[in-house]
């Protein structure tokens, strides 16, 4: 008897609606409090941060993230530049314009937008950019400064899901996490930051690929699940255990407009917390490439 009026009850609430995770207005807000430090910046050293974009070729989405990137510098108040070269560039003439901009003291932040053409030797080029300038994070050095837990910039995409969590009060500590996808720009480095020490951190996390087997049932032990995997609508349901905290980082393009690695409508009848795509880790990653090129302007300046 006990049961059946429990049940419904316990039932009724899983059964409720997630709650939404609003990245677009958390991004919205980290770029007014990033506004006031740069402004302080500028009062302090004299000096406006300022973040080179370099686009190689003509991809077409490639084009729409670097207007974004520059807009959205323009609106916090730090400079941008962009400088193009032709899709038949060569890896060396790309090699002498980031030692330009490695030598150029006005230039804080540099970013090569991905992918570059196939002739191009995509490791060699992110090697070349100045450790202190890499505000996407991709230096090896970097990339090993992460690893042993001394961050100098800390990789946009998964610092903007951290911070997605630690605002929204998610408790990470001790909690399972399962990552979907082992990419070295999403899923890689977000495994090693959720499970170190820290706010943020202090996860169990779990990273899952291609060749993981039973893949809905490891994903369905999360607390909080993260997709990164580039496949449409990809994890349903049955993915998710009843009030788990689901991220979705994947944009995907499909009929009607972009759309996550999440189910969503079937996800957000089974989890505590989700977020939707567009609107969720999308403009939290641009926010945290401003949040390095003024911390860059910081290194290089003070
Ligand atoms: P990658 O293609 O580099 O990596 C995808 C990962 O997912 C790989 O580890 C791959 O496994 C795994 N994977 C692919 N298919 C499956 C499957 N069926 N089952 C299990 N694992 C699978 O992608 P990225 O990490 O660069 O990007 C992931 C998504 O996030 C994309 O949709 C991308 O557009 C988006 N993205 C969004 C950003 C944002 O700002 N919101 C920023 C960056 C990316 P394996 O290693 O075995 O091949």
Redesign the pocket.
Known sequence: MGFMLVCPILTSLFLMPAKILDGKQLAQQLRSELTEEVIEFIQNNGAVPCLAAVLVGDNAASEVYVRNKQRACEAVGIESQLHRLGSDASTEDLLKLIAKLNKDAEVHGILVQLPLPPQMDKSRVLSAVNPNKDVDAFHPENVGRLVQGRPRFLP??PQ?VQQLLVRNKIETAGKRVVI????????RPLSIMLSQHGVGGEATVTV?????RD?AAVCKQADILIA????AK?VTAEFVKPGAVVID????RAEGGVVG?VDFEAVKAVAGAITPVPG???PL?IAMLLRNTLLAAQLLET
């Open positions: 946009c995409t903007g979907l996808g082992r990419s070295e720009i999403v899923g899952c690929h291609s060749r993981t893949l990164a995997i580039g496949r990809f980082v994947g944009i995907n690695d969720g880790v999308g990653t």
